[in-house]
């Protein structure tokens, strides 16, 4: 199945279509009106995610937990957990998503693995609620939006793109809780 560019298969892995060959990030503008029932197929993949609600609401389903999402409000996703957005009332939302692949962290090699393991493994907590009210959520909340311009400028630059990324996931790594 093809749900924009992410795909889903049959074992509920997601490749994600990056939008820049050999950079694996992927950074969009998204409403729920798009997708069937106002609802993202469940899916997990092996990177980090994280959403900042622009407009509207919506429901996230994160391994069994529902968190509910209102305008203003975001959320980052760990690595490997089941999750998806919806609607529970077929009304729009609209948000950006930012999908982030390990390697970007430095993951392929001895030390960016054992660091990404321990700051982002299944011994960390399945997300985080980002709200306006925290200082450190708000400045995370405004690097997802900073990753959307920088993706989408006309002369993008990908030392800017790493920059912004390596900022967003150290905030969150020097807050992520033991689960």
Known sequence: MTFGKLEVFSDLSERVG?????????VSWGELR??????VAC???PDLEYIH???GEMEYFINGQIVPLK?????FINSKRL????SKDSANCIYITAVI??????????????????AFGFAKEDYILLSQDIEWQKEALQKITDLYSEMHRPDCSCLRLLAQVNSLCAGIADNIQTA
Not at 34 to 39: E, H, K, M, Q
């Open 18 to 26: 990056y939008n820049l060959a050999g950079f694996p990030m992927y």
């Open 34 to 39: 798009f997708f069937r029932r106002y609802c």
């Open 43 to 45: 899916h997990w993949h």
């Open 53 to 55: 609600v622009l407009d």
């Open 71 to 75: 305008k203003g409000e975001g959320i």
């Open 83 to 86: 999750h998806y957005n919806y």
């Open 101 to 118: 692949h390990p390697a970007l962290l430095g993951s392929e090699t001895p030390f960016g693995k054992k660091y990404f393991e321990s």
